[in-house]
């Protein structure tokens, strides 16, 4: 109940998994108390039942692991997941394309576009940037680099938690790296290193790179 009523449950899971958490946390919580007053309620009646050398009230020792992983949210809650879990993630093909994908045209004179960083992603892969070119955008997230140097501006992309996600990653040039795991918005072009293998990120240059608090949700919804 803590971490639903709370923003940390988007460490975990989507924003529309919220009533049913709190669902699923009422009914434990009412649950637990209704086998609680079972519990005190029987209590008197089988008292007699310890003399005998059956005391059959107590919990079971065992029964207490059960509260560990409570325990570890309330004392260590994992964080979101950040610049460790995206290296062991290409970022390459993080989104499906249909057979005949088709882009609206950004809109003109309205320069720099905010865009999603997934959107851009499949604008720039699976559209060969058609509908970028000549645009400015704008665009949030996370820093993290390669062993060769470059950096990325990255996202995680979730349908409905933490264990599906899926990293969309941008490379960023014309600027130096910030910190890693800072959060940033970063301001250019499309810069078109189109593959039909997607093997590689696609690419942005930057005109501005600005340090941003991070989100109230850190992934985008997939």
Request: hydrophobic share 40%; charged share 20%; aromatic share 8%.
């Amino acid at each position: 109940m803590r971490i639903t009523w709370s923003d940390l449950f988007l460490n975990y899971v989507r924003e529309p998994m919220r009533p049913l958490l709190l669902a699923a946390g009422v009914f434990l919580t009412v649950l637990g108390i209704w086998s609680l007053a079972k519990v005190i309620k029987r209590q008197p009646a089988e008292a007699g039942a310890s003399d005998h050398g059956h005391d059959h009230t107590q919990v079971p020792k065992v029964a207490w692991l059960l509260l560990l992983p409570v325990a570890a949210i309330f004392l260590v809650a994992p964080p979101p997941l950040g610049a460790d879990a995206a290296e062991r993630d290409s970022g390459t093909q993080p989104l499906s394309q249909s057979d005949e994908p088709v882009y609206d045209p950004l809109p003109a004179g309205k320069d720099p576009v905010v865009l999603n960083l997934d959107d851009y992603a499949v604008r720039a892969l699976f559209d060969e940037g058609r509908t970028l070119v000549d645009h400015t955008v704008a665009m949030d997230g996370f820093v993290t680099t390669s062993r060769s140097g470059d950096w990325y501006l990255t996202r995680f992309v979730t349908s409905c938690c933490a264990a599906d996600a899926s990293a969309v990653k941008v490379q960023v040039v014309g600027t130096p790296a910030p910190p890693v795991e800072q959060w940033v918005r970063v301001t250019g072009q499309y810069l078109d290193n189109h593959s039909d293998d997607y093997e590689e990120p696609p690419m942005l240059r930057a005109e501005e790179v600005v340090d941003i608090e991070k989100p109230r949700d850190t992934y985008l919804g997939g």
